[in-house]
C-alpha cells in the first residue's frame, strides 16, 4: 500500500513538473505509473510474489528513493 501511495503522489509531482515547463517531465512519469503498477501488482497477487516479496520491495525502495530525490530536485527548480 505504500509503493501504491508512493506511486500516486509521484504522478502529482509530475503534473507540477510539467506545468512547470520541464521538457522531461514524462520520464517522471513513466517512472510514477510503474510505481503505481508495481504497488497494484503485490497487492493483487501478493501470494505469486510472497517468496520474492523482500526483494521486489527493495528493488521498488531503491527506485522510489531515486526518484522522489530526481523529483524533489526538478520540484524545487520549478518552484524558484
Known amino acids: ?20 515547463g520541464y521538457n522531461l517531465w514524462y520520464l517522471s512519469l513513466i517512472f510514477a505509473l510503474l510505481t503505481i503498477v508495481a504497488g497494484l501488482l503485490l497487492i ?3 501470494n505469486v510474489f510472497i517468496n520474492y516479496i523482500a526483494t521486489i520491495i527493495g528493488i521498488t525502495l531503491i527506485i522510489e528513493g ?3 530525490t530526481w523529483t524533489a530536485i526538478k520540484v524545487k527548480k520549478a518552484n524558484e
Open 66 to 68: 531515486a526518484l522522489n
Open 1 to 20: 500500500i505504500i509503493i501504491l501511495y508512493h506511486g500516486i503522489v509521484n504522478f502529482q509531482n509530475t503534473l507540477l513538473i510539467k506545468k512547470s
Open 44 to 46: 493483487i497477487l501478493k
